[in-house]
């Protein structure tokens, strides 16, 4: 997910989510099927809660080394999603409806407001997009491609903005029940994966 | 018949001459030839060519901009930016501009990111060098791992064994441009409590000022705002730029052309109609003011080469002072059956001395201005006199012969049995103005000659505050012998800029160091970065705590002992995104000669007062100045009211010493009408709460030049009735084409004609009151 969400004041940092969340008023017209997505999907569709534990590994090309890491998540509809990354060093990430917050060793690190930023905006809405299961969301953002029906069922979201195809090439997610691992790739070869495991939901 | 033929050869030696004026007179005017700029009017010693040069820059940039904002709730946001990229659409198609965008002109960072990448470990934020100074290293190591597996952390242009601890994302950040516009993924907008603007950035080519610019501008922007006024959720359309101001200028100047220029223009011509009965009578003065300013303009180019508009319009104010010598000449010639000159020539020829004594002692003050003036209204003056004296009296068979009925003598006949009357009036007009004397207040300020419409005025204030982009009025700008010396003093300087933006009390400034550190200050930089990150085997510690193999601390160790890039210079940015705006902050040299400079431009100050700690800071600072155009234009218009009118008391003086010669003792009743006059208009002013300005000083020079014609002319003739009417037309034309110039919007020609209205109207009065008839 590194690189792909990668926020900060900076531009290119800026306009990179800026492509990945492009403008559902935008977009022409919607790829096909989403409520028939939703009802293959099932559970995941209309998940209100979701908690479990999460290992992460992101292949450097450019180093051709592997940076692990790993944590515990716990998403609610209402409350937002808890991202707390246990090692290599303790980061706990709250993205919420109206902001997103970073702290490290307790004190805040970054904090960013959904109204004095849309990016900030974006990326919460994306984050409950995948979490919440709101397909509908991710359809305005990306061409959604069934890679395999049924279950355990697997999609591929390629962005449809141009900016952001040239960072990234592909999100893949892949699920049963729930959503249990995410697959980023981008452009330069990297790969993130991310594994999601002891899913509960509510 | 002998004096007959030197008049004869005199006249035509005149007219010789005058081919020759026009003649050179063409060859030198061109648009060159007319100075606008206020700089133009600064006195010699005072003027600085590098501030010149860098307020042309700041000019530069913003005279072919426009900025348009369409607001409404922050709620109606999308609604707002498909409307905004509507109407971008629509002012694009109209071909009108040479680029309308509604996006952000950093361009791709990334490529700037190249630029700097090679210096990466020579390139530190405050931050970042304070904590590498005390060897906190272990925060920054943090940061970076987190950064390395955060879904949002920071962007990392150089790899994690190029830059482990990511200094250059860092440095990258701290380059935001200083602009309160922020982007969104559809561009830029604004936001004031719970108002969105969208904005929308278009330039277009061509001289704002020319109404071949203005017409397709206006009227596309004009169908912007069809278009926005359309649209149920945008509340308002804001428009921010020279051209509106220009337009709106050209537009109030030709209603007032049409209204009040017309209006006065005819009521002179039906005026000389209604006396003289006769187109002859029209045609002469016309002819003899037309010369005149052939004459000035002629000799001030040739002269000082170029002349400032301010000069032309009040000079030609001056020379209108001449239409009295062609007033007197006819009244006089219409009123007897002797022709020629001799009997009026001592009168005319002692207004012209005294009037021209009077402007051209101006050309002693160190002012340009004041000098063209003195100059342009002294050649104009003789140049109209020579024009009665030499051609008028060879105009003679063309003009009605012998005494006709005249209105205006029996008006001002009857007049006289309510001297009396007159006399109390004026005495209360005295008073009156004595008693606004103690409220007398001068007002140099630039913003009382505003004269953009407070609607445009209003936008243009928001627009600013709304895009906390730094203003163009008030600068640093900073001197070096070298490139590098200026870079040095720059970062000087942002030394004490960063203490007020850390305060509060400056909210933002650009320099060039922010993006360009000086050579010092790299060296500075690396041996940091090498004795608090390399020296100390950071790298290790920061591989270890991502767990990432230890050969990539030594590959990265060994990246850093083989980089050699030099020093980032100026000149690595002129290929880069950001060359536009750092550019338009470095004044590139032309020749070697003249130092190097830079500006440091400031965006807004909590109060005024931060303006007084800049000026101080820059008196402290070495190649360091704070140039405030606002101040230094109020404190020029301050320096002419001043200067003017110290000289204007000595143009008293001078002329005074003339008419002693003339008249003795009795000279006071000739300099009491426009002497009286001038102190009585400005207690009047003063009276009605208003302040003076420079303009009513000018305009006090109008007072003096008619105000002596009617002492002299009707002194000369011992007080005949046809000097009388040729001073009242005199008088009632200057009335009319100066004085109602107070109905106009323009400040500065509003403060001229509230002083001359009440001038001549005193001056005239004074003299007919004070006036001894001599009875016949």
Same mark, same amino acid.
């Given at each position: ?202 | ?285 016309? *002819?003899?003011? @037309? +010369?005149?300013? !052939? %004459? &000035? $303009? #002629? ?9 400032? /508009? ?113 006399? *109390?009036?004026? @005495? +209360?007009?005295? !008073? %009156? &103005? $004595? #008693? ?9 300020? /630039? ?120 020093? !980032? ?208």
């Amino acid at each position: 997910m590194k690189g792909a969400l990668c926020i900060g004041k900076w531009m290119v940092g800026l306009s990179l989510v800026a492509s990945l969340v492009a403008p559902a008023w935008a977009a022409e017209t919607r790829e096909a099927g989403t409520s028939a997505l939703q009802s293959l999907l099932g559970e995941q569709a209309k998940v209100e809660s979701l908690a479990g534990q999460f290992d992460q590994s992101k292949y450097i090309a450019d180093l051709d080394t592997t940076l692990d890491s790993s944590g515990d998540f716990a998403f609610d509809a209402d409350e937002g999603l808890r991202w707390n990354i246990q090692k290599p060093v303790p980061t706990q990430l709250r993205i919420t409806a109206d902001e997103i917050v970073e702290e490290q060793d307790g004190e805040v690190v970054m904090r960013m407001d959904v109204d004095d930023q849309p990016m900030t905006r974006a990326i919460s809405e994306v984050f409950f997009a995948i979490f919440g299961g709101n397909w509908d969301k991710l359809s305005e953002r990306f061409t959604i491609r069934t890679l395999q029906d049924g279950s355990p069922w697997r999609f591929e979201l390629t962005p449809k903005g141009d900016m952001l195809q040239s960072h990234l090439s592909s999100i893949e997610l892949q699920g049963e029940a729930y959503l249990n691992a995410l697959i980023l790739r981008e452009t330069n070869g990297d790969q993130t994966h991310i594994q999601l495991h002891d899913v509960k939901a509510h | 018949m002998a004096h007959r033929s030197t008049h004869h050869w005199l006249a035509l030696l005149w007219a010789i001459a005058l081919v020759f004026m026009a003649v050179q007179l063409t060859s030198r005017l061109s648009a060159s030839a007319f100075d606008t700029s206020i700089l133009a009017l600064l006195p010699q010693d005072k003027r600085q060519p590098v501030v010149d040069r860098a307020l042309e820059r700041m000019d530069g940039v913003i005279a072919n901009r426009v900025l348009l904002l369409i607001g409404g709730a922050q709620a109606d946001r999308n609604q707002l930016q498909v409307l905004a990229g509507e109407v971008a659409d629509g002012l694009s198609a109209s071909g009108a501009f040479t680029s309308v965008t509604t996006q952000a002109d950093v361009g791709s960072l990334s490529a700037l990111a190249a630029v700097y990448q090679p210096y990466r470990y020579q390139l530190l934020t405050d931050e970042v060098e304070e904590r590498l100074a005390k060897g906190e290293t272990e925060p920054l190591v943090n940061r970076a791992v987190r950064e390395m597996v955060s879904p949002i952390g920071r962007p990392r242009p150089a790899s994690v064994v190029d830059d482990p601890l990511n200094l250059l994302g860092m440095w990258m950040e701290g380059l935001t441009p200083a602009t309160g516009f922020v982007p969104d993924q559809h561009g830029l907008y604004a936001r004031q409590g719970n108002e969105h603007f969208r904005v929308i950035r278009a330039t277009f080519s061509g001289d704002p000022f020319a109404e071949a610019t203005q017409k397709p501008v206006l009227r596309a922007v004009e169908s912007a705002g069809d278009q926005v006024r359309e649209n149920d959720v945008a509340t308002e359309f804001l428009r921010s730029g020279l051209v509106f101001h220009a337009a709106a200028g050209a537009e109030q100047a030709r209603s007032e052309l049409s209204t009040i220029g017309i209006g006065s223009l005819m009521a002179i011509v039906l005026l000389l109609l209604w006396h003289f009965r006769s187109f002859s009578y029209l045609a002469l003065p016309v *002819v003899s003011v @037309g +010369v005149g300013l !052939l %004459v &000035a $303009l #002629s000799a001030s180019l040739m002269v000082f080469e170029r002349v400032h /508009l301010v000069t032309l319009a009040f000079g030609a104010s001056l020379v209108g002072v001449s239409i009295d010598y062609a007033f007197h000449y006819l009244c006089h010639a219409r009123d007897r059956v002797t022709h020629g000159i001799r009997h009026i020539l001592p009168g005319i020829t002692l207004g012209v001395v005294t009037s021209c004594l009077a402007y051209g002692a101006q050309a002693l003050t160190p002012f340009p201005g004041l000098q063209q003036i003195a100059l342009f209204s002294a050649a104009g003056l003789i140049g109209a006199w020579l024009t009665v004296v030499l051609w008028f009296p060879l105009a003679q068979r063309w003009l009605g012969q012998g005494r006709q009925q005249n209105q205006l003598g029996q008006w001002l006949q009857g007049l006289v049995r309510f001297r009396g009357v007159l006399a *109390v009036l004026l @005495g +209360v007009l005295v !008073l %009156v &103005a $004595l #008693s606004g004397f103690p409220g007398l207040r001068f007002n140099d300020s /630039l913003s009382a000659l505003q004269s953009s419409p407070p609607d445009l005025m209003a936008q243009e204030q928001k627009v600013q505050a709304l895009s906390e982009s730094p203003g163009s009025a008030r600068f640093l700008l900073v001197e070096g012998a070298s490139i590098q010396q200026v870079l040095e003093r720059t970062e000087q300087a942002s030394g004490y800029l960063d203490k007020l933006v850390v305060d509060g009390r400056l909210q933002v400034y650009q320099s060039v160091s922010g993006w360009v550190p000086s050579i010092v200050r790299q060296r500075e930089y690396r041996q940091l970065v090498k004795s608090a990150v390399f020296d100390r085997g950071v790298p290790t510690e920061l591989f270890d705590a991502l767990g990432m193999p230890p050969k990539l601390a030594s590959r990265s160790q060994a990246r850093f002992e083989n980089n050699d890039a030099g020093w !980032l210079l100026p000149k690595d940015l002129e290929q880069s995104p950001v060359a536009e705006l750092f550019d338009s902050l470095w004044l590139k040299t032309d020749n070697s000669e003249r130092p190097h400079a830079a500006l440091i431009t400031l965006g807004k100050v909590s109060s005024p007062a931060v303006y007084e700690d800049l000026a101080a800071l820059a008196g402290k600072l070495e190649g360091v100045r704070f140039v405030d155009r606002v101040g230094q234009t109020s404190a020029l218009l301050g320096d002419y009211r001043a200067t003017l009118s110290q000289w204007m008391a000595l143009a008293y003086g001078l002329v005074l010493l003339v008419l002693i010669v003339r008249y003795g003792w009795q000279c006071w009743r000739v300099i009491l009408p426009p002497a009286l006059a001038t102190v009585v208009t400005l207690g009047l002013l003063s009276a009605l709460g208003q302040p003076l300005n420079l303009f009513n000083f000018l305009a006090t020079l109008l007072i003096l030049g008619i105000g002596l014609d009617i002492g002299i002319f009707v002194r000369e003739s011992h007080g005949e009735w046809h000097a009388w009417e040729a001073v009242t037309l005199s008088a009632v034309t200057s009335l009319l084409a100066f004085g109602l110039l107070a109905l106009s919007e323009t400040p500065v020609l509003h403060h001229y004609g509230m002083t001359v209205l009440p001038g001549i109207a005193l001056a005239w009065l004074i003299a007919f009151v004070l006036h001894r008839r001599a009875e016949s």
